[in-house]
């Protein structure tokens, strides 16, 4: 039904910058919004932010508000991630998500629908 890809993971240096994409497919008018998730070694999935298919509505988790900036581009189907500032504690394996909810809950992996494979991050220091 959707389909989502998730790439730009890679090493990058304390205080460095890297872009994460997410490539779309298949019914994706039926989504009400993607997210990205990161779940590190020894870790449980969390959430990190959501957009709506809108894109009028977006929540950053605490620990990256300020530094991560997530968007969207319709045309081509993608949401990317935007991290600045990054830190060795946002190492991860970085996932997106797509969900067909009405908007509540959307900060919860319960909320999606389809999942990417992931992308790894490393922050070196």
């Known amino acids: 039904q959707v389909q989502v890809v998730e790439s730009g993971g890679g090493l990058v240096q304390a205080g460095g910058s890297l872009r994460l994409s997410c490539a779309a497919s298949g019914r994706t008018f039926s989504l009400y919004a993607m997210a990205w998730f990161r779940q590190a070694l020894g870790k449980e999935r969390e959430f990190v932010a959501f957009?709506?298919?809108?894109?009028?509505?977006?929540r950053y988790a605490d620990s990256v508000k300020g530094r991560f900036t997530i968007s969207r581009d319709n045309a081509k189907n993608t949401m990317y991630l935007q991290m600045n500032s990054l830190k060795s504690e946002d190492t991860a394996v970085y996932y997106c998500a797509a969900s067909r909810s009405n908007g509540y809950g959307l900060d919860s992996i319960r909320a999606y629908d389809y999942w990417g494979q992931g992308t790894q991050v490393t922050v070196s220091s």
């Open positions: 957009i709506t298919w809108t894109g009028r509505i977006t």
